[in-house]
């Protein structure tokens, strides 16, 4: 397999894009909670010398700008069968729109499983390209976010509608 990864730099710090043949694997910010080893990311390639680097880099930037709603990339995350049940969930979760945790666990058939889709969700390698940002609280709080609560507040807010944000206070 030929693993390599790149650093782009973006407005919420140094992203680390992490490739796997002709798929995306990860995607970690610094301090990126369940960050793997260094050493799992392969070699640091140039994103201008590696043709699915440079076009993830490029839609991440789009979409960090707020010029793209989705992404085109091929991606091949690692998890167990249930983590891949619920990461298609969450890759469904349209632009500008949250999900509970309590809501996939029911689309998955069992409202106890909440609790588990929480951990499903935590796990995911490829935050922003499998949008986990998109999933709240039962009460619509923040809750963990791999990249940090403040990032996960910044990604909903780049995504809200502009008559939402045009009507709040702060």
Request: net charge negative; with cysteine; charged share 25%.
């Amino acid at each position: 397999m030929d693993t390599r990864h790149t650093v782009v730099d973006s407005d919420f710090g140094p992203v680390t894009i992490v490739a796997r043949d002709e798929a995306v694997t990860g995607l970690y910010f610094r301090h990126h909670i369940r960050r793997p080893a260094q050493d799992t990311f392969g070699p640091e390639v140039p994103v201008s010398a590696d043709r699915v680097l440079n076009e993830a880099a490029h839609q991440l930037i789009d979409y960090l700008a707020g010029r793209r709603h989705g992404f085109d990339l091929l991606l091949a995350a690692d998890g167990d069968e249930f983590q891949h049940t619920v990461w298609n969930v969450v890759k469904d979760i349209p632009y500008g729109e949250t999900t509970t945790y309590g809501r996939i666990a029911e689309q998955l058939g069992d409202r106890t499983l909440a609790q588990k889709v929480g951990q499903a969700v935590g796990a995911n390698p490829l935050c922003i390209f499998v949008p986990c940002h998109r999933v709240v609280g039962s009460n619509g709080s923040l809750t963990g976010y791999a990249g940090g609560l403040k990032r996960k507040r910044a990604l909903l807010e780049l995504e809200e509608p502009a008559q939402v944000s045009a009507g709040r206070l702060f």
